[in-house]
Every structure is written in structure tokens, then in C-alpha cells.
């Protein structure tokens, strides 16, 4: 199994970018991808998900990038996406992609696998 | 949101030393709870799912406890392998939410 982020980098206060989880090993379809971030010297804070086409993709946010943040995926392409808008320096952080189940009902639901994260800085 | 106060952030102790980290969510989550290594450089790694369940591989001198709103993780006998922060993380509600983290070091 292997998540691999990529499209980070710097931009400015008010700008866009567009990250992507390219995903192999597992049947991506099947799976909620999850977006986690750590700003340096911080915790872990999770972003949001995208769970799978039987659960009609849906997505759910933190509050802080609700608005601004969309996450979408490709199954063709076994790849899910962030696209981040107005940005804000407290956004600058390595972001993860990781995995879910799309039901955590029965329990035993914990993010298995991760990649090794990208990073953004906004520049003021 | 369900807020996890985690403690200590921080603690130094011996090779051989008991180990315990404490999670307080702010409201309850069952035992939707699991606990991450996160050692240096490395993607985090579950060690306890469901509040006491130990992951499959993880050697059991990891454990852990508790229900509703207050948690324990314990290392039995610290090693020098175990240097990493240990992260607790509710599933109960969205939006998911981790403790802020407690960095184990070797005296």
C-alpha cells in the first residue's frame, strides 16, 4: 500500500494550489481518503475527507477550510485531490494523505496508512 | 467539535521506566478512540485502536485504557525504540480531532 502527495510548495497569501494523493496497493475505490496537516512545531489536525462513490463522495471539513478547501478524487486514476483557495499563512503545514473506512460504526477505524506529506507555505 | 486534552506534552523518562499518557475528550466518545507512534521522520502508526485494543505487530508492553471521556495509554517498560510522540484521536464525531501530542524521551 502507498499514498504519495505531491503539489506543494510556496504561494502567496490569497493564492490557490491543488495537491494530489496518487494511491496504489488497495482498491482506492473502496476507500474514504482522509487529508491530515501538521504546522511546524504542532499537532496533527485533520482537514477533511472524501469517502467513496457508494457513499456518493461525500465530504465533510474542518471548520477553518470549510469554504475554501475541496477535496475530490479520481478512481480512474486511483488519485484524490486539494484543491486549497485563499489561503492563509496559518495554512502553511506538511499535508498528509491517509485512509479511512467509509464506515466507522463497528469500530476498529484508524487511519492505517499514510504518505510522507507535501509541504505549503503561504508567504505573507 | 470534541476537543482531547492530552497530558503531559512532554516527559523525560528512564529505560525500563511505566509510562502513562492520559486523553480527556470533552464529551463522550465510547471507545472510539485510538492512540499513533509518531517517531521522527516517520508516517504516524497506530498502536491502540478502540481505546484498548492493541494492533496487530505492536509489541504489549503498549496498552491501553478507559471509556466515555478519559483515556490511558501506557508503555510497561520504555525502550529506546519508543522515542517518539504518541498521539490520541476520537472518531466519535466529525470533525476528527487529535490530542495536541506528548513527545516521550530517554533520561
Known amino acids: 500500500v502507498q499514498l504519495e502527495e505531491s503539489g506543494g510548495g510556496l504561494v502567496q497569501r490569497g493564492g490557490s494550489l491543488k495537491l494530489s494523493c496518487a494511491a496504489s496497493?488497495?482498491?482506492?475505490?473502496?476507500?474514504?481518503i482522509h487529508w491530515v496537516r501538521q504546522a511546524s512545531g504542532k499537532g496533527l489536525e485533520w482537514v477533511g475527507r472524501?469517502?467513496?462513490?457508494?457513499?456518493?463522495?461525500?465530504?465533510a471539513y474542518t471548520a477553518s477550510v470549510r469554504g475554501r478547501f475541496t477535496i475530490s478524487r479520481d478512481d480512474s486514476k486511483n488519485t484524490a485531490f486539494l484543491q486549497m483557495n485563499s489561503l492563509k499563512t496559518e495554512d502553511t503545514a506538511v499535508y498528509y494523505c491517509?485512509?479511512?473506512?467509509?464506515?466507522?460504526?463497528?469500530?476498529?477505524?484508524?487511519?492505517?496508512?499514510w504518505g510522507h506529506g507535501t509541504l505549503v507555505t503561504v508567504a505573507s | 467539535d470534541i476537543q482531547m486534552t492530552q497530558s503531559p506534552s512532554s516527559l523525560s523518562a528512564s529505560v525500563g521506566d511505566r509510562v502513562t499518557i492520559t486523553c480527556q475528550a470533552s464529551?463522550?466518545?465510547?471507545?472510539?478512540l485510538n492512540w499513533y507512534q509518531r517517531q521522527p521522520g516517520k508516517a504516524p502508526k497506530v498502536l491502540i485502536y478502540?481505546?484498548?485494543n492493541l494492533e496487530t505487530g505492536v509489541p504489549s508492553r503498549f496498552s491501553g485504557s478507559g471509556s466515555g471521556t478519559y483515556f490511558t495509554f501506557t508503555i510497561s517498560s520504555l525502550q529506546p525504540e519508543d522515542i517518539a510522540t504518541y498521539y490520541c484521536?476520537?472518531?466519535?464525531?466529525?470533525?476528527?480531532?487529535f490530542g495536541g501530542g506528548t513527545k516521550v524521551e530517554i533520561k
Open positions: 491517509t485512509r479511512l473506512p467509509n464506515s466507522c460504526s463497528g469500530g476498529r477505524c484508524y487511519f492505517d496508512y
Open positions: 496497493g488497495f482498491t482506492f475505490s473502496g476507500s474514504a
Open positions: 472524501i469517502k467513496n462513490k457508494a457513499n456518493s463522495y461525500a465530504t
Open positions: 464529551q463522550d466518545i465510547k471507545y472510539y
Open positions: 478502540d481505546a484498548s
Open positions: 484521536q476520537q472518531y466519535d464525531d466529525l470533525p476528527l480531532t
